[in-house]
């Protein structure tokens, strides 16, 4: 008996059918957001928050205007308390730390121009946990510093997602 080989599908048809079934299951690209309003003060944020920072750079990219003054702005995102920590959550019998949770926390909520809130207290937790060893200290203070960007990075598009939700007029 021999193996005859299945008509090939020209390739054209093959990624078509592709994308068709990809757009049928829901799947989307994630997107830029789009805001419903135009101009936005961030307030609250101590001046060094490397949150504040990110939240910066990627507001950038964006079609909305940063004001220092918040009495102008649409929206006005009031931080009440951002911080970080490290907690250790694993240790040997002689003290040594051999496992760390790295915290990211922001307490916030946004506002509109009239002061109306539009968004009450809210709470955004962040965690990992990252192993550490004394004899590769230097490394995990590397690995410490990346996952504290990655942390912030993901605060920061949760935050414009929220962000998205939000209507000033409201």
Not at 13 to 24: I, N, P, R, W
Not at 30 to 39: E, L, M
Not at 91 to 111: D, K, M, P
């Amino acid at each position: 008996m021999t193996d005859t080989p299945l008509p090939a599908l020209p390739r054209r048809a093959l990624l078509a059918s592709l994308l068709v079934g990809l757009a049928g299951c829901g799947f989307e690209l994630r997107r830029a957001p789009v805001f419903q309003f135009k101009t936005l003060a961030l307030t609250g944020f101590d001046a060094a928050s490397p949150l504040l920072a990110e939240l910066k750079r990627q507001l950038q990219h964006l079609p909305v205007q940063l004001l220092e003054d918040p009495s102008r702005a649409e929206v006005v995102l009031h931080a009440q308390r951002d911080w970080r920590d490290k907690v250790a959550v694993a240790s040997t019998a002689a003290g040594q730390v051999r496992e760390w949770q790295l915290r990211l926390s922001l307490n916030y909520l946004i506002r509109n121009a009239a002061g109306v809130e539009l968004l009450p207290l809210t709470e955004l937790r962040l965690y990992r946990d990252m192993s550490y060893t004394e004899s590769a200290a230097l490394a995990k203070e590397q690995e410490e510093a990346s996952l504290y960007r990655a942390m912030q990075y993901e605060a920061t598009h949760l935050l414009l997602r929220r962000l998205e939700a939000v209507h000033p007029g409201t």
